[in-house]
């Protein structure tokens, strides 16, 4: 987790100053509340995932916690607002 984000931080052209210390890996999803999964799997829904608070900040001490990759996919490029939109969608045609 640590090496990718290092990678990723460069081709991003982020700021990055984690060491493997500050990359806390809880028993379940902070966001979501499932538990990881720790098994290499195909679906990686449920796997531990490394992510930028502030995608801006980039991967420093402070700005990074680990959520469910599915989590993660689901915070990835949508704003507060689309996200209470859609939920006022469901809620509306899923009681």
């Given at each position: ?24 890996i809880?028993?379940?999803?902070p ?27 980039g ?32 809620k509306?045609?899923?009681?």
């Open positions: 987790m640590l090496r990718n984000a290092r990678t990723r931080a460069k081709t991003k052209g982020l700021p990055f100053d984690l060491v493997l210390e500050d990359i806390v809880p028993e379940r999803c966001v979501l509340g499932v538990e990881f999964r720790k098994e290499v799997v195909r679906n990686m829904r449920y796997c531990a995932s490394l992510d930028r608070i502030l995608p801006e900040l991967y420093i001490r402070g700005n990074v916690e680990v959520i469910s990759f599915r989590a993660n996919k689901l915070k990835n490029d949508a704003t507060v607002e689309e996200i209470e939109a859609v939920l006022s969608y469901m509306k045609h899923n009681g």
